[in-house]
């Protein structure tokens, strides 16, 4: 066990409490979404606060399907998510194993950059990136979007993979070259393979970073065709019709899952790609 | 794909242009820059920007620190409160701000309901729409959502401290005080500082949680740089004057980052 001799109370029942107040604090707002999720509109505004649900009942979910375009607006974020991830990980995958392997002129000056950019804001953008694609005319449009949100996964994905395969040792590589593999040949067969826990790593990365984008998406995409969930959920609550908490909670209770699930699925990649950013970063 | 953006920031920074008339803008000079100090918006939402990051980047930090001790100490189910508690990272701020406005609301509110119940206040409270109670809760929602990356860096950093070091400070006999302000602390504080500065340059160009929960409001009263910058850009389709605005923020973070940075190195050398 890696007992690090802090806390020397840890296996007793301070340390359960511990650990159990903080999973509360994390985990209780997603509780009270389902709860408004699954009581009946009318009776979340006449019975006062109710910390268990007295009735269940899916209409919530079934009225964002029907009242407002939850449906439309769920396959738009899927459509960017996928395409901004597959754009991503295709780009960096072969820049990231260049940086590794090869010792080329302007390679340091190349990374620095890269983690610069990297640390741009998206604020900064906004204002070019609306211009530049309002004079390509691609305002409200699925390239805006997903070019938008690339500015920022491609760097993130190649400083990731970058140090993913720098980790893997070289032998390997060199070895199947002696056996008669060429360079690109030791790449897709030895390197690539090996990378996957990385690949998995930076994918989750960005598509959860993109399937929550608010900002690039809001400013982007204001039309009905093109609007993704964050957006969808914001017109939600800013309506000017009043509020339908139960449909709100529905809709958020949706836009959470597949990214919760996607996370909890794969968080051990996750929490390694984490780990070995810190450690290197 | 970036640098050609940023740079052309820094040109529309000096012109008057506004999306409607793109092809009219005048240039301006510095003259964004120079109104910008006769704007009282703007130099009010400068303290709101110094009090939205000191409160978050440090309330971030004061939570995430005894998580990730706790996590440390390699208790069963370890694993699943770390997965637990990184949940709240991985939602969309759309939802986090959703939720937190939805346990704050005035009618429906669970928050009040607790709080009148205990007999902590007497009658509830529009959280969202007073002055300091608003930036208390989107702080609160700001710092539920970013201490789990937070607890789960500095529990990479706390994994790779040598076990021996705790051993040889236990053999000479210091308590577990001791060894964490004279071990762990030491040895954590590289990490801890790089996050802070990380979480410090993110928090003050973030938009969303003010933007999604506020609005900035009431009245101007949560406006940072960043979300002043984004809502006349958003509400008023200007160009210039908003940019001009992000690129001063980014530009004063970037001083301040390399003084901290150095000071950091030059505090190592002494050590």
Same mark, same amino acid.
């Given at each position: ?23 509360? *604090? ?57 395409? *901004? ?41 906004? *204002? ?154 | ?23 009219? %803008? ?57 997965? %637990? ?20 609301? +005035? ?48 529990? %990479? ?11 040889? +400070? ?85 001083? %301040? ?15």
């Amino acid at each position: 066990m890696g007992a690090q001799g802090v806390l020397d109370w840890r296996k007793g029942p301070a340390t359960g409490l511990a650990a159990f107040l903080i999973v509360f *604090v994390a985990l209780a707002p997603f509780y009270w979404i389902f709860n408004i999720a699954v009581t009946p509109e009318e009776q979340s505004f006449t019975q006062g606060i109710r910390y268990l649900p007295t009735a269940f009942t899916l209409d919530n979910f079934v009225g964002i399907f029907e009242a407002v375009s939850f449906g439309r607006a769920f396959v738009n974020s899927v459509v960017v998510a996928v395409s *901004v991830t597959a754009f991503t990980i295709v780009l960096s995958l072969g820049a990231a194993y260049a940086f590794a392997r090869f010792n080329f002129r302007g390679r340091r000056l190349l990374i620095v950059s890269l983690l610069l950019i990297y640390m741009l804001p998206g604020i900064l953008l906004l *204002v070019p990136m609306m211009v530049i694609f309002r004079t390509l005319g691609i305002l409200n449009t699925y390239p805006a979007l997903i070019l938008a949100e690339a500015t920022h996964a491609v760097p993130f994905g190649v400083w990731l993979l970058t140090n993913y395969f720098a980790s893997l040792p070289r032998e390997l590589e060199e070895a199947a070259q002696v056996d008669g593999c060429d360079r690109m040949g030791a790449m897709l067969r030895i390197a690539l393979p090996l990378a996957v826990p990385g690949i998995v790593a930076a994918a989750l990365f960005v598509f959860i970073a993109s399937w929550n984008n608010f900002l690039f998406a809001f400013m982007f995409t204001s039309g009905e065709s093109v609007r993704t969930l964050p957006v969808l959920l914001r017109m939600f609550v800013m309506g000017e019709s009043g509020v339908y908490w139960g449909r709100v909670m529905a809709g958020a209770m949706l836009t959470t899952l597949p990214v919760a699930i996607a996370f909890l699925f794969f968080q051990r990649y996750l929490i390694r790609g984490l780990a070995a950013g810190a450690v290197k970063g | 794909m970036t640098i050609y953006p940023a740079m052309y920031a820094l040109g529309i920074s000096t012109t008057d242009a506004n999306l409607l008339r793109l092809d009219s %803008a005048r240039a301006l000079g510095l003259g964004n820059y120079t109104k910008a100090w006769d704007d009282e918006i703007f130099t009010e939402s400068l303290w709101h920007t110094l009090r939205w990051v000191v409160v978050n980047a440090g309330g971030q930090m004061l939570v995430a620190l005894p998580v990730a001790l706790l996590l440390n100490t390699g208790f069963r189910g370890r694993g699943m409160v770390r997965a %637990a508690i990184l949940v709240p990272w991985v939602v969309p701020g759309a939802v986090v701000a959703i939720i937190w406005r939805y346990m704050v609301d +005035a009618n429906y509110g669970v928050l009040n309901d607790v709080l009148l119940r205990l007999g902590v206040i007497a009658e509830t409270i529009a959280w969202i729409g007073e002055p300091l109670p608003s930036f208390i809760v989107i702080s609160t929602a700001t710092i539920w959502a970013g201490f789990p990356f937070f607890a789960v860096t500095l529990l %990479a950093a706390l994994q790779v401290i040598p076990e021996d070091l705790y051993e040889a +400070a236990r053999i000479d006999g210091a308590g577990a005080w001791q060894r964490f302000t004279k071990v762990t602390l030491p040895l954590l504080m590289p990490t801890i500082l790089l996050l802070l500065l990380l979480r410090t340059i993110w928090l003050a160009h973030s938009v969303d949680l003010i933007f999604l929960m506020s609005n900035g409001g009431p009245g101007y009263n949560n406006y940072t740089v960043a979300v002043y910058s984004f809502i006349l850009t958003w509400s008023q389709l200007l160009l210039g004057y908003p940019s001009a605005l992000v690129i001063m923020l980014s530009v004063v973070l970037l001083i %301040a980052s390399v003084f901290y940075i150095r000071s950091i190195e030059r505090s190592r050398e002494w050590m």
